[in-house]
């Protein structure tokens, strides 16, 4: 990917990081590897983008036992956060880190929103 693309995606990434219940994202090929990220200081983003990646693969494999289901989102809740992981296309995830009491339905539209840039700019 050329530094055009890298820096149009950092932008959609700091656009979501704007809202207040988001504390990090990050897009992650389907093998986790890091594409891009906007995250703490103190996560790893690398291995962030891994164990997303294995996890959305983990429950796509799981669901593949289902005839005509396709996993549109996974949501994993901890003590104080979430963690959203979300299809961009068949090679890209977008991984979403918020506040725990959030409210979903005004986070969706923004992520959804994002996903439709992201695809435009990696399909460049």
């Known amino acids: 990917m050329d530094n055009l693309i890298f820096e149009n995606l950092k932008k959609e990434l700091e656009r979501l990081e704007d809202f ?5 994202v990050a897009i992650a090929n389907r093998n986790g590897l890091l594409i891009s990220s906007k995250l703490p200081r103190d996560i790893d983003e690398r291995k962030f983008a ?5 996890m959305f693969s983990g429950i796509e494999t799981a669901l593949s036992a289902l005839e005509n289901e396709q996993i549109n989102n996974f949501t994993v809740e901890f003590n104080d ?3 959203i992981i979300l299809g961009i296309n068949e090679k890209a995830i977008i991984v979403v880190l918020l506040n725990y009491n959030v409210n979903l339905g005004l986070i969706f539209i923004e992520i959804e929103e994002s996903i439709k840039n992201i695809q435009k700019i990696l399909n460049r």
């Not at 891994?50 to 294995?54: G, H, L, Q, S, Y």
């Open 20 to 24: 207040s219940e988001i504390i990090g």
């Open 50 to 54: 891994a164990m997303a990646a294995t």
């Open 81 to 83: 956060n979430q963690l």
